[in-house]
C-alpha cells in the first residue's frame, strides 16, 4: 500500500493543531516541518473540505482542529487526503485472456479479491483504532509546544 506524502504531512500538522492554544498559520506549520508552504496549504485545502480543520482569517489565522484530537482518527486524515477508495480494485482479469473464466463462474469474488478485501478492512480498523491525540502521546510534548509559540 503507497500513501502520498501529503498524509505524512498531514497527521503531523494535526498533531500540531492538537497541540496549539489558537490558530496556526500555514507558514508557521511548514517552518515547523521543513516543507513547502504550497504543497501543505494544498493537503490543508483538503483537511477543511473534509470537516477536520477550519480555517481562520485575519492577522490572526491559520487552522484549528475543528473537534478534539481524540475525535479524529488516522484512518479520517488519510481519506481527507488520499480519498475514500480502496488500495485495490478488482478488474476482473479472470475473464480476460487465454484463461479467462465464463461469466457464470464468476458471480463470487475470487480468492485474490476476498484477500485484499480483507487486508484491507483490517488496515482500516487499524488506523481508525489510533487517534490524533493517541499520535500526540507519543511524541515530547513539551518540547512541541514551546517550538510552536517561539517566533
Known sequence: M????????SLHCCVVLSQAEGPVPTA?????HGVSRTYLAKHLQSLARAGLVHPTEGRDGGYLLTRAASEITVLDVVQAVDGPEPA????????QGLLAAPPEQCRAACGIAKVMATAEKAWRSEL?????????ATLDLTALRDKLTAS
Open 28 to 32: 508557521r506549520l511548514a517552518e515547523l
Open 2 to 9: 503507497k500513501l502520498s506524502g501529503g498524509v505524512e504531512w
Open 88 to 95: 485495490f480494485r478488482c478488474t476482473e482479469i479472470r475473464q
Open 128 to 136: 481508525s483504532a489510533v487517534t490524533i491525540s493517541d499520535l500526540a
